[in-house]
Every structure is written in C-alpha cells, then in structure tokens.
C-alpha cells in the first residue's frame, strides 16, 4: 500500500531530523502511513567546501543560503516523483516572516498527497528560490512561521509541523475521538484534566468529576475552559474586536444619546448640555464596527497642546486588554492625525489607568509625566491632513 503522505525534508542537519524516527511519527512511517525522506542539501553542492552560503546583496548582518544547492535539491525531490504523487509536492518553507502556521493550515496540509519542507538556516534562503520552485517546477509554495520569536533555522519548525500535520493522518492516531474533542478545534483552551489516586498529596480531584452526572461534568468543564480563555487567550473570545473592519468618524448631534448611555456605563457620568457644548469646542471621534458605536475619544486644542480625553469602550469590551489595545489604541491614533499645525504634545488626563491601559498608552508612544500621559509631537506629524484618516 502506498503511503498516505509523502514527506521530503531538505536541510544541511540532517540529523536534526532523527526525532521523526520515534513516537507517533516513527511509528506512522513503520506503519506505512507516511513516507518521510530527509535529505543532505550540502549533497547538492559541487565544490571541495560544500558551501551553501554567502554574503547577503546590499550588506547587512549574516549570510544567505545560496540558490543552486537548492534548486538542485528540490530538482532532486521532484524527480522522484511516482504513480501515487504524480503532481509533485506544495513546498512548505518555515520562516519568521511567514504566515502563522495554525490548526487550520495543519488540516490543510494533512490533506495534500505530498510535502516538501526546505529548512533555511543564517538569514534564510535566497529570495529566487521561491520563484523557482512556483514558476519552474509548478509547486505551490507557503511559507509559514511558528509564532513571533526567533529560531535559529527551519529545522525544529519542521519537527512541529510534521507532529502537527501526521497526527491528522486518518490511522496515525489510534482514537479519533480525541482528534474531534480538541482545544483549537472549537476556537477554546482545554479543561483540566485528572487520573487516580483520587487524593493524591493533600490534592484531591473535583468532586463533580467523581459525580457521574455527566451534564454536570460537561458544564463545569466548559466553565473551566471559559475562564482559562479568557484569562490566558482573550483574542481567542473576541476576535472582532482584533481584526473587524472599525470605522472611525467625528461624532455629530445624532451621536449624543449613544454616546451618553456609554459615558454613564463606564462611570463618566454627564449631561447632554455639557456633551452638545463639548462637539462645539473640540472633536470626538467615534468607532464603530457594522454600525455599532465601540468606543470614542474626545480632543481639544489648548495652545501648543492637544488635551484627550482618556478614550472611552462601551462596557462588553472595556475589560478585554485586547480590545483596549485595539480600539483605544485607534482612536488614540486618530487624535494624533488630527493634531493641527502648531500642535507639540498630546496630552491625556488618566492619572489612574488600569494596566491594560497604561500599555495601550505606553504602545501608542505616551509616556507618563505628573500625573499625565505626555505624547510629544515632531513636526511632519503635526501637519497631517485630518481627511486622510481611514
Ligand atoms: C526558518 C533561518 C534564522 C534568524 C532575521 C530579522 C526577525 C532570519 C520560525 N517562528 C519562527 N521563528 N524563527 C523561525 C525560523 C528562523 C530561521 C529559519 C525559520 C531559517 N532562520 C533567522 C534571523 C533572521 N530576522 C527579523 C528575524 C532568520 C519558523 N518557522
């Protein structure tokens, strides 16, 4: 039986790659599931040093992998190509500037017949290469990160993937129920989980486990799930509030109700008069997404200074550090586009944020000054033209 999914490793450490030999994926490849072939890039090299590196074009830090050992190298896989993986492999190259390599990206490559990783190491691998391989040897290319840090080459991203990918191999995983339980799968963290002694050093396991009611049991754990996502991965319950469309607009009259019942919701009670005479001195802006007003920010010229109001969230996302960050830390950037010539430092009257929004400040580039939150101002910033906001 031919194998499930055809995996090539290219690397210049091979050995790097011996892991794959063990577990669930040494025992997958035993198995005939998956077919996984590591090979030497420096194999591909012609000269008595192997070299595959050398100076970047244009200067800079490090070396570049070079493009022909790699050209060989894929030329190589691509050869190799059989009855089963007649289409030759989408090309998976790990980066730190890649897309995020997540759950989603790890189902869709499980899908495909055949993969191909090419493990860079130094500051990577020559840009050409990409080309290459999409426009010569007609492979899809992705390239894909683990996540916002930096590794030292391809290789231990390569070990994840794989582990990620082999583990959706339908037969690589003996339960298939574990596979559809799982955290990421639903968008939530997992619940705690416990196994006998039921004491064990003063510890015991929650009664409710121990209950066999198993309504009670799915309720409580996922309450446990709730409150560990939205303390650990907020993103994870708010994903609007990271990456909806906001649109941002200066308030009008139309605007004074809503944005009365808002202010009195976050304890900043106040009167429609002082509001109405508020619109007529300075600017507020207003955030919106499909309609729905989220949050605003009130500014007043007063010299060379800018006063702002500390922005305001309507009260379902005033407690979330990630929409704070997201939605105030907009309309504090509007405020700053707003600023007129003649303008030297925004200024925000908030002596006691809370510490999602001290950062939000500190991110948005305040720093605190008696009391105050202080943005100075330089002077091509200033002169911004307000219609050239959205
Ligand atoms: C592949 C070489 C090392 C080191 C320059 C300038 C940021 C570029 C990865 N999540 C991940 N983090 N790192 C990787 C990864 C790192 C790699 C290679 C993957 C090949 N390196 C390197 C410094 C730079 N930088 C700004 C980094 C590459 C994944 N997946």
């Known amino acids: 039986m031919a194998a499930a999914l055809r995996i090539d490793v290219v690397s210049i450490f091979p050995d ?23 090979h030497d890039l420096r194999d591909f090299t012609h000269d008595r040093h192997r070299t595959v590196d050398d100076a970047p074009y244009g200067g800079g830090a490090g070396m570049v992998m070079k493009p022909e050992p790699w050209a060989e190298a894929l030329g190589h896989v691509v050869a ?3 009855a089963s993986t007649p289409g030759g492999p989408r090309l998976v190259v790990p980066g730190p500037g890649g897309a995020p390599f997540t759950q989603a990206r790890a189902r869709e490559l499980a899908a495909e017949p055949w993969l191909a990783f090419a493990c860079g190491r130094y500051e990577g691998i020559d840009e050409r290469v990409y080309d290459y391989a999409r426009e010569d040897l007609g492979l899809p290319v992705s390239v894909v990160s683990l996540g916002d840090y930096v590794l030292c080459g391809g290789e231990v991203a390569v070990l994840a993937i794989v582990e990620a990918v082999a583990r959706l191999v339908p037969g690589v995983v003996g339960n298939a129920e574990s596979l559809l339980e799982e955290s990421h799968e639903d968008g939530l963290l997992e619940y705690p989980l416990y196994t006998r002694p039921r004491q064990w050093r003063g510890r015991l396991v929650p009664d409710v486990l121990l209950s066999g009611d198993h309504a009670a049991i799915a309720g409580w754990r996922h309450q446990q799930r709730m409150t560990r996502t939205a303390a650990l991965r907020p993103d994870l319950l708010h994903p ?14 139309g605007d004074l109700p809503e944005l009365l019942t808002v202010l009195h919701a976050r304890g900043r009670p106040t009167s429609s008069e002082s509001l109405r005479a508020g619109l ?31 922005p305001v969230l309507v009260p379902d996302l005033a407690d979330d550090p990630v929409a704070d960050d997201s939605l105030a830390g907009q309309l504090l950037q509007v405020a700053e586009r707003t600023a007129v010539s003649g303008i030297r430092e925004l200024v925000v009257d908030d002596p006691r944020p809370s510490p999602g929004r001290a950062r939000t400040y500190r991110r948005a580039g305040y720093h605190r000054r008696d009391g105050r939150w202080v943005r100075p101002l330089v002077l091509h910033e200033a002169r911004r033209d307000p219609a050239a906001i959205g």
Not at 20 to 29: C, F, H, I, K, Y
Not at 240 to 253: H, I, M
């Open 16 to 38: 790097y790659l011996a892991p794959l030999d063990l577990s669930l994926v040494g025992r997958a490849r035993t198995d005939g599931l998956l077919d996984v072939r590591v």
């Open 80 to 82: 190799t190509r059989d």
């Open 240 to 253: 609007s509030a990271v990456d909806g469309r906001v649109e941002l607009g200066v308030a009008t009259a």
């Open 280 to 310: 007529a001195t300075g600017t507020t802006w207003l955030a919106r997404r499909a309609g729905r007003l989220l949050g605003a920010v009130r500014l007043q010229e007063d010299g060379g200074t800018l006063r702002v109001a500390a």
